[in-house]
């Protein structure tokens, strides 16, 4: 599968952003979503995921109650919706997939637990 992120740019801080994650290729729904973000400086870090038929969702705690991740199977299409801005939210976001779901219920929070990556879109948050 093929991941191609976008809705990335310039925001103030304490406004919205929705940045997508489209597929090529298999079938979406065969897939769990993940979202990972890298600031300038830093490890990328994960973000959030959404499980194949989007009934389960997890967040890192530094943006849970502010971000909200989506999916339109019948669109191939992953959503990461973010809110309440901060700088410190400035980074380039990757979506990426993980083709294999142990159980129900599994977190997938590292960055080798996913299988395909799209190429990043910029977010950058001004105070």
């Known amino acids: 599968v093929q991941l191609q992120a976008s809705g990335g740019g310039l925001v103030q801080a304490g406004g919205s952003l929705r940045v997508s994650c489209a597929a090529f290729?298999?079938?979406?729904?065969?897939?769990?979503m993940g979202w990972f973000r890298q600031a300038p400086g830093k490890e990328r870090e994960f973000v959030g995921a959404?499980?194949?038929?989007?009934?389960?969702?997890y967040y890192a705690d530094s943006v849970k109650g502010r971000f909200t991740i989506a999916r339109d199977n019948a669109k191939n299409t992953a959503y990461l919706e973010m809110e309440s801005l901060k700088p410190e939210d400035t980074a380039v976001y990757y979506c990426?997939?993980?083709?294999?779901?142990?159980?129900?219920?599994?977190?997938?929070?590292?960055?080798?637990?996913?299988?395909?990556w799209g190429q990043g879109t910029l977010v950058t948050v001004s105070s």
């Open positions: 990426a997939a993980r083709t294999t779901d142990t159980y129900a219920g599994s977190r997938y929070i590292r960055e080798y637990q996913y299988d395909y």
């Open positions: 290729g298999r079938t979406f729904s065969y897939y769990v």
């Open positions: 959404i499980s194949r038929s989007g009934g389960f969702t």
